[in-house]
Nanobody
Framework: QVRLVESGGGLVQAGGALRLSCAAS????????MAWFRQAPGKEREFVTA????????RYSDSVKGRFTISRDNGKSSLYLQMNSLKPEDTAVYYC????????????????????WGQGTQVTVSS
């Protein structure tokens, strides 16, 4: 199966921006729908955004819609999350996840649909 490694997290002031990356290795990246989830201290892990295999379908949680953009480069086996207008409530560990899927246009939002997870990268937004 594919292996995932996130990077790009850090400390940023409210209103700032960060770009997270997720590098995949092992299996054909293009066979996986991809997603970002996050977990804040003391809270359950939650869905942030997902993208289909062919990038034709994207989904966003209401809390990040209009501020975050998910993208992927199948040739580079990489997933990205551009985060703009960051808020203190965006502080969390961000995880990328992969779902081996046959449909090229499907971007699931459920955690239980994802088979492979990265180790996470910390994003801290100061007020």
């Amino acid at each position: 199966q594919v292996r995932l490694v996130e990077s790009g997290g850090g400390l940023v002031q409210a209103g700032g921006a960060l770009r997270l990356s997720c590098a995949a290795s092992g299996r054909t990246f293009g066979n996986y729908a991809m997603a970002w989830f996050r977990q804040a201290p003391g809270k359950e892990r939650e869905f942030v955004t997902a993208i289909s295999r062919n990038s034709g379908t994207t989904r966003y949680s209401d809390s990040v819609k209009g501020r975050f953009t998910i993208s992927r480069d199948n040739g580079k086996s990489s997933l990205y999350l551009q985060m703009n207008s960051l808020k203190p409530e965006d502080t969390a560990v961000y995880y990328c996840a992969a779902d081996f899927i046959t449909r090229s246009d499907y971007a699931p939002a459920g955690q239980n649909e994802y088979d492979v997870w990265g180790q996470g990268t910390q994003v801290t937004v100061s007020s």
